[in-house]
């Protein structure tokens, strides 16, 4: 499994993470994807087995964003949870889920809990 953070994403968490799963890309600091704007970083996605990870609401818009061809899009929405509740949201979800039930799929993690958007 090879996970790909937006730029925007905590880094303390991303570079965590990147570090347990080998191959897997910290946007903010890779100087390839640094400043991208979201279409060019969805075209990049497509196609690709990275399952990327953003606190980016935009990427919700499964009309704009479809997650069908990419390895997943995993959207955290962080509000009143802390950095350590994210972390161990993000570690279960990778940890204990497998591949094929989050590619192609468009994942939501909320305090109350996490959803994965089937079409």
């Known amino acids: 499994m090879k996970l790909f953070f937006d730029e925007n994403f905590d880094g303390e968490i991303s570079r965590r993470l990147c570090r347990k799963f080998p191959g897997s890309i910290y946007a903010g600091d890779d100087n390839?994807?640094?400043g991208l704007k979201n279409g060019q970083l969805f075209a990049f996605l497509s196609g690709k087995t990275y399952i990327?990870?953003?606190e980016d609401k935009h990427f919700l818009k499964e009309t704009v964003y479809p997650a069908e061809?990419?390895?997943?899009?995993v959207v955290v929405r962080k509000k009143d949870m802390s950095p350590g509740m994210i972390y161990t949201r993000l570690e279960k979800l990778f940890?204990?889920?497998?591949?094929r039930t989050i590619k192609g799929r468009l994942v939501v993690i909320r305090k109350s809990g996490m959803r994965v958007r089937i079409r």
């Open 32 to 34: 390839r994807f640094k």
């Open 95 to 99: 940890f204990e889920t497998p591949v």
């Open 69 to 73: 061809n990419t390895g997943g899009i």
């Open 52 to 54: 990327f990870v953003s």
